[in-house]
Every structure is written in structure tokens, then in C-alpha cells.
């Protein structure tokens, strides 16, 4: 499209150098998409004649020409967007589409990280093509600002992504909090690969949730995360210290002891714990919390309204101090199991405040992948449903000014507080410092009898119903229900 832009200008004298022409598509007619600033749509339309005559001329189409004028307002998530979907047409640097940022203020600018070796196979094919696009689509011009990172001799988490994470982590200020455990070297996240036992591991602790086994036994999670991969944890109190709620482990580096499980299939380890310690690693930091942003950009919450609501729910009964403050309770579907593998395909929350469900926050998003015919007719969310849908990255600055201040609820909490760390970490949204609760963790408590926890089970047992399972805001506003039950009922 850049030579129809160049020979129309040449044909007219550079009359029309301030439109651009980046798509052409093909059906009964030749449909020539033009980009315009706002003040030039009337220029455009009084000079359509001429424009399609010039078009014809230059594009020797043997099909009649129609003409589609679209204004040049360009939001720094669309223009982010434009390029993410650019960039995954070149597999040797799709991997770096994560660390795409744009920016419209105060001019448009599109921000690149890659590696030295990225960058040498790049500047002299990706990054020229790039450029031309940006030319071709934005009648503004468009900054790109490319930054080259060695990951090849960094051992930061942030490496990690790429590969390039430290295997072990040299230990300091070492302050025993379970056992007494003082380690002067541990293994990184990232180096667990198989099954082993008595391993000594280095990271941020994060997700400390409470557990009660369905014999009533008091157990506990967290993850442990390298910035990128992610150990889920158990650890048996016995009758001895706690850490869920512990805020002096929360989001801090820690090291951990215990058996290791490694599930090859999906890349994801998990540890048995003994003893924990907090600690001091080189370049091993949790990220740093955000100010809550000023606005919404793509998705908008709303306000949530129950046709039908028992008593149960009614905020004129008085509320128990555990139902006091804001609450979350966010699902996600996914095209699979593995937080590794796999990718969100929509997101569903609600938010409790003091005990009443006040908003809800729902998107489709594009994984960028195809969906298994499988988990399409589990969730009934197809791939032409989420195709040109938000991207993951781009959803969750709104997505934490939804959270902002508040704790995390889900129906098995260890399944999708990954996928929105793990996210969070890539994209500078910190989520590691949320207090968590897990409905699954609750029920054997609150639902005398049960045996099976599925969501199914824990709403039948409360009396209450799901209308339109395995999609995610049904999900999650049939598991903020079944947390304010089962929160009331333990409270009485």
C-alpha cells in the first residue's frame, strides 16, 4: 500500500500526502480503506471522485472500487495492539509481544525490548517492515524506540521470560520464620524440572490461602514466583506458626524446603514445604505496586443487578466482620490447564462491598492461539468469538483499578491466581501483594457433608445455582454468592 500512497501523490502533486492507505480488501468489490485526521474528512469526501479515479489508475484492479475513510484517533492500547498483531506474523521475535508498550501522549510512540541476538536478525527485516506499517497506517508519525537488553549475562526474574533466568541465587540476610533454616544458596523457579526432594528454592511469596482438607484438616497455599514461573505450595501447620495472612511473608523473597512433584505435561512443579525462611537474593524483587489509574480504558464495569435475591444476600442483615471491606471474585477460561501453555479466553469478576454485590467486570479475550474443539464445547466459547478481541496485556490496567484495594476470592484459587500473576508480571501490573481466599477452601467448613468441591457441589449445597456454567462472570458471580453464604453461615 505504500506505493499506491507514493503514485497517487506523484499523480497529484502531493495533494493527498496528508492521507495514508493501509488496506486494500477484496469481495464484490476493490475496498480501499483511507486514513484521515479528523479535519480532513470533508477534504476527503469532496474529493472522492477524483480519489477513486486516481485509485483505479494506480491499483489496475479489474473489480469496481469502493472507498471505506477512517479518522486518524489513535489510543496508545489500539496502536499497542495494531503492533502486537504485526509482530506475531514474525515467529523469531513473536516472544518479545509482551513487552510492547505504546504511548499517544504527547506523541505516539511504540516501545520495543528485545535481545542483542533478536535485534541482529531484526534491524534488517522486522524493524524497516515496522516502520513502513506504522508509516502506512498513522497519518502521525509514530515514534519506535527499541531497546536492547544482553539477557545473555542478566540474571534478574525479569530475564526469566526469555530464558535467561538464574539457576541458583546466592543467599544473605537469611531470617528463619518456619524451622530454622538458613540456607547460603538456593535453586531458582525457573531450574525445577523434575521430581526431587529436599530441595532448597528461592522466591516471592505470594497467594497465602487458607485450606481445610475434607476430613477438617487445616492446611495452606502459596505460590512462589521467580517473576515469570510459579511454585505452588502446601505446607501442614501441625499446630504450629501460620503464614496465611502473615504480612510479613507476603510478596517478600523467601526460601523454601521441601519435596518437589514436576508435572512434565505441563511444565509446572509443585512442593511438599518444610521450613521457610526470608531472605535477600541478588536481582530477585517483587514488582513494584502501581498508583490505581486515573481511568477506565477498554473495559468498563457495571453495575450488578440480581433479579431474583434471597435474604441471603440482603445487605440490610447484619454483615460479619470477615464480610467487612472489598472483595473481588474473578474466573477465568482459559484454551487449557497449563499457565505455561495455555492463555485466558475471557475474564469474569464481581465486586463485594461489605457484604452486597456492587459492580461486575467481563471480556472475551484473544489468546492468540486456537482454541481446542474440547475446551469450545465445555465453555461454548468459540475462536471466532474471541478473534479481534482485547488482548490479555491490554486488560488488565482496567482490570487492576477494578481490583485496587481490594482482596482476591475464586473457586480454586491455585488454577487462576497464576494466569493473572503471571500476566501482571509481564506487563508491570503488580497483583502479588493481594490477599487471597479460595470458596474451595472454605466449603468443607460451611457445607456439612460434602465430598466433591466443584462448584456444582458447593452452590447445591448452599441452596443456590449456577445459570450458565464454565462462562467466566456467571462463575464468578456464582462463587461471590456461595463466599458471602458461607461467610454468614460460619459467622453464626
Known sequence: MNEIYKS????????????????????????????CRKSDRDFVGQNMTELSVLLGEVC?????????????????????????????????????????????????????????????????????????????????????????????????????????????????????????????????????????????????????????????????????????????????????????????????????????????????????????????????????????????????????EVLVQSSMFDSSINIPPSLKGDFVVFDFETTGLSVIYDKPTELGAVKISNGTLKESFSTLIDPRREIPPEVVEKTGITNEMVKGQPLFEDILPDFYKFTYGCSLVCHNIAFDFPFLLRGGNRSGWAFGNRKTYDTMAIAPLAVPGITRLTLDNVLAGLGLSNDNAHRALSDAAATAKAFIAMKKLLAK
Do not use: W
Open 60 to 304: 489496475g484492479f479489474h473489480t469496481p472500487i469502493t472507498v471505506k475513510v477512517k479518522d486518524d484517533t489513535v489510543t496508545a492500547a489500539a496502536l499497542r495492539v495494531a503492533v502486537v498483531r504485526f509482530t506475531e506474523k514474525f515467529n523469531y521475535v513473536s516472544s518479545m509481544s509482551h513487552t510492547i508498550t505504546a504511548e499517544s501522549e504527547p506523541n505516539l510512540c511504540v516501545k520495543l525490548k528485545m535481545h542483542n541476538a533478536m535485534h541482529e536478525l531484526a534491524k534488517n527485516d522486522y524493524i524497516p517492515r515496522l516502520k513502513e506499517f506504522l508509516s502506512n497506517n498513522y497519518v502521525e508519525d509514530v515514534k519506535l524506540d527499541v531497546d536492547i537488553v544482553d539477557y545473555a549475562s542478566s540474571g534478574t526474574a525479569a530475564a526469566s521470560a526469555h530464558g535467561g533466568a538464574k539457576k541458583e541465587y546466592v543467599i544473605t540476610n537469611v531470617q528463619p520464620y518456619i524451622g530454622d533454616f538458613k540456607p547460603d544458596k538456593a535453586r531458582s523457579v525457573s531450574s525445577i524440572t523434575a521430581s526431587e526432594y529436599n530441595v532448597c528454592v528461592c522466591g516471592i511469596l505470594v497467594m497465602q490461602t487458607e485450606f481445610t482438607s475434607k476430613g477438617g484438616r487445616p492446611y495452606e497455599r502459596f505460590l512462589v514466583y521467580d517473576g515469570d514461573m510459579s511454585l505452588q505450595c502446601r505446607y501442614m501447620p501441625n499446630g504450629g506458626k501460620s503464614i496465611a495472612g502473615a504480612s510479613e511473608l507476603m510478596n517478600k523473597p523467601v526460601c523454601v524446603l521441601g519435596n518437589v512433584e514436576y508435572d512434565g505435561m505441563r511444565n509446572e512443579a509443585s512442593m511438599s514445604v518444610k521450613e521457610i525462611s526470608l531472605c535477600t537474593a541478588e536481582d530477585l524483587l517483587p514488582l513494584p505496586e502501581k498508583a490505581e489509574p486515573k481511568s477506565y480504558g477498554l473495559i468498563f464495569p457495571e453495575n450488578y
Open 8 to 35: 497517487i501523490n506523484e499523480k497529484s502533486g502531493g495533494k493527498y500526502a496528508a492521507l495514508r492507505f493501509p488496506m486494500v480488501t477484496f469481495g464484490n468489490t476493490a475496498e480501499v480503506t483511507i486514513v
